[in-house]
C-alpha cells in the first residue's frame, strides 16, 4: 500500500474528485451527499436500472414481497396493493419503499443474508409464499437459501440492469482533472466499471482510493492499481462516506 498523497485544501481553488458509480434511484442522493461533504462529486454510473413491469403484478397467494434494491420499489411503486408486507434489505431501501407509499416496511441489515433472516423471522413456509422482486440473473442465491428453508419463492423480474458505458472522454477527462476517491455500491457495479474501463484511465487512477460497499465489490476492483481498497464497515452509504471522510481529512 502506497502512503497516502496530500489532499488538497477545501478552501481555494478546485475541489478535488470523488467518482460515484451507482445507478438511479440512489446516485443523485449520494451526489448531494459527496458534495456537502466539501467534495467534488462527479456521476459516473456503470449501470443503469429500466423497470420492466407496466401493469399490476398479481400478488394472490403472497405473504410478503422482497426486495433487494431500490430499483425494485421504483418497478412496484403503484403496480402492487399498498398494504403489501415489504421485506427491504436494507434501511435505505425500506425508506424509498416507504416513499413509494407501501405501509408495510421493515427493513434488514443491508445484505442477502440478513434479508434470508427477516423472512424466516417475520413469517413460517406454511404462511404462504414470499415474492422476490428482483432483475434478470440477480437475487438467484436469496431464493435458493430460502427454498432450502422450505418458503415457496416466486421470483418475478420487474427490471433489468444495462451497462451505462460512460463516455471514454467525459471519463478521461474527469479522472485527467485529479480524482481523490471512487465510491462502489455493488459488487456487480465494480465489474462492470472495471471492465469498461480504458487501459490509459485504469493506469491514472493509481493516486485514487476505492471504497467498496463489501468484500465481494473490493474484490472485483482488485485488478486496477488504486492507491489503496478500503470496505466499509457495514454494507451501507453512511459507512461509505465515513470511509470517505472530508478533503483534508
Given at each position: 500500500?502506497?502512503?497516502?498523497?496530500?489532499?488538497?485544501?477545501?478552501?481555494?481553488g478546485?475541489?478535488?474528485?470523488?467518482?460515484?458509480?451507482?445507478?438511479?434511484?440512489?446516485?443523485?442522493?449520494t451526489?448531494?451527499?459527496?458534495?456537502?461533504?466539501?467534495?467534488h462529486?462527479?456521476?459516473?454510473?456503470?449501470?443503469?436500472?429500466?423497470?420492466?413491469l407496466?401493469?399490476?403484478?398479481?400478488?394472490?397467494?403472497?405473504?410478503?414481497?422482497?426486495?433487494?434494491?431500490?430499483?425494485?420499489?421504483?418497478?412496484?411503486?403503484?403496480?402492487?396493493?399498498?398494504?403489501?408486507?415489504?421485506?427491504a434489505?436494507?434501511?435505505?431501501?425500506?425508506?424509498?419503499a416507504r416513499?413509494?407509499?407501501?405501509?408495510h416496511?421493515?427493513?434488514?441489515?443491508?445484505?442477502a443474508?440478513?434479508?434470508?433472516?427477516l423472512?424466516?423471522?417475520?413469517?413460517?413456509?406454511?404462511?404462504?409464499?414470499?415474492?422476490?422482486?428482483?432483475?434478470?440473473?440477480y437475487?438467484?442465491d436469496?431464493?435458493?437459501v430460502?427454498?432450502?428453508?422450505?418458503?415457496?419463492?416466486?421470483?418475478?423480474?420487474?427490471?433489468?440492469?444495462?451497462?451505462?458505458?460512460?463516455?471514454?472522454?467525459?471519463?478521461?477527462?474527469?479522472?485527467?482533472?485529479?480524482?481523490?476517491?471512487?465510491?462502489?455500491?455493488?459488487?456487480?457495479?465494480?465489474?462492470?466499471f472495471?471492465?469498461?474501463?480504458?487501459?490509459?484511465?485504469r493506469e491514472?487512477?493509481?493516486?485514487?482510493?476505492?471504497?467498496?460497499?463489501?468484500?465481494?465489490?473490493?474484490?472485483?476492483?482488485?485488478?486496477?492499481?488504486?492507491?489503496?481498497?478500503?470496505?466499509?464497515?457495514?454494507?451501507?452509504?453512511?459507512?461509505?462516506?465515513?470511509?470517505?471522510?472530508?478533503?483534508?481529512?
Open positions: 500500500m502506497r502512503p497516502d498523497r496530500p489532499k488538497a485544501p477545501p478552501d481555494g478546485a475541489r478535488p474528485a470523488v467518482l460515484v458509480t451507482r445507478p438511479e434511484p440512489g446516485l443523485s442522493e451526489m448531494a451527499a459527496v458534495t456537502a461533504l466539501g467534495w462529486a462527479v456521476a459516473m454510473p456503470a449501470l443503469r436500472a429500466e423497470p420492466t407496466h401493469a399490476p403484478l398479481p400478488v394472490r397467494g403472497v405473504r410478503a414481497i422482497l426486495v433487494t434494491s431500490g430499483q425494485a420499489v421504483t418497478a412496484l411503486a403503484g403496480l402492487v396493493p399498498a398494504e403489501m408486507p415489504i421485506l434489505v436494507g434501511a435505505a431501501t425500506a425508506r424509498r416513499a413509494a407509499g407501501f405501509a416496511v421493515r427493513a434488514a441489515g443491508g445484505t443474508e440478513a434479508l434470508a433472516g423472512a424466516r423471522a417475520r413469517w413460517r413456509p406454511a404462511d404462504g409464499a414470499l415474492m422476490l422482486a428482483t432483475a434478470p440473473g437475487g438467484l436469496l431464493a435458493t430460502l427454498r432450502r428453508d422450505g418458503f415457496r419463492i416466486v421470483r418475478r423480474c420487474v427490471y433489468r440492469i444495462r451497462p451505462a458505458r460512460p463516455d471514454p472522454e467525459v471519463l478521461r477527462a474527469s479522472v485527467g482533472r485529479g480524482v481523490e476517491a471512487a465510491l462502489f455500491f455493488s459488487a456487480e457495479t465494480a465489474r462492470r472495471v471492465r469498461d474501463l480504458p487501459r490509459d484511465v491514472a487512477l493509481r493516486d485514487a482510493r476505492a471504497i467498496a460497499i463489501s468484500d465481494r465489490a473490493a474484490e472485483a476492483l482488485a485488478t486496477v492499481p488504486w492507491r489503496e481498497i478500503v470496505r466499509a464497515a457495514s454494507p451501507d452509504q453512511a459507512a461509505m462516506l465515513d470511509l470517505l471522510g472530508a478533503p483534508g481529512r
